[in-house]
């Protein structure tokens, strides 16, 4: 079995030099033939040097503009030559049997993707903050939310569920290409894995989720250089978009409207101005994204 490892990165030389290695290493301990492909995100430090002098044998591709996560992943997927792909950030340091665990259950022709166990830390491995594992889905307050499943360190059986697919997942790529890649509505980030892991899972794919893949990631490398209010606004924009793009209940709809206009009414009293921002831009996005696929 084949496998591309597709690596976004903008301004990641010093995440690629910490993780890369242990991406490496991984790989090596199993039999897989692979190839690893970094798309450049128009990075401006020296990432591309990095690698061409330090890893020629990784493929780079390099954007002429910043386009964000989602665009980044796409320009990899549809570049891939593998039909198994592991995309990942490069601010994840892989266990040494990760691909071990992980790459058995494509083994099914149905499996669409497979997660591990993600343990975010703080500035060193030891210092782990909390773990991801996969999502259970609810509705409050107007709006499709989620909560990490808790995990218990000795689970061994793998399951199927409903993931986000963002920060280091495996997918076959025919499966990736029928649901067109991230949808780049959301871009530059954020809840981009969770429209993917659940476009995947109403799709009828399995999504399988192995304890024994276990991969640390170091929380908000990139995303803590960004203003909190510019995140938020991104945040709830997209958490409007992802409602209306994916959910189809006529009674999920019906509180999602009158908690909109309940907000539009009262959110002013608490100055709560980002909230008006993300719904105005939101409208703005869904507004040129059918535009788009009118013309197609």
Known sequence: MNISVILPNYNGANLLQDNLPSLINALNNTSLEYE???VDDFSTDDSVK?????????KVIKHKENKGFSAACNTGIFKANSEILCITNTDVFFDKDFFKYSITH??????????GVIKNYIDNR?????IDTYIIPYFKHGFFRYKNADFAENEKDAKTVL?????????RKSVLEKLKGFNEIYSPYIWEDTDLGYR????????IFEPQAIAYHKT????????KTKIKIISTRNKFLFFWLNIKSKKEWCFHILFILFSLLFRWLIF???YYFGLYNALKSYKYSNKIANQL
């Open 163 to 171: 993931a986000n697919l963002g920060c280091c997942f495996l997918a």
């Open 50 to 58: 990095f690698l061409n002098e330090n890893y020629p044998e990784i």
């Open 272 to 274: 709560d101005w980002i």
């Open 220 to 227: 908000s490398s990139t995303l803590k250089k960004i203003k």
């Open 106 to 115: 494509f083994e099914n022709k149905n499996t669409g993707a497979v997660v």
């Open 36 to 38: 690893i492909i970094v």
């Open 126 to 130: 030891d210092n782990i903050t909390h």
């Open 200 to 207: 995947m899972y109403n799709s009828g794919f399995k999504i």
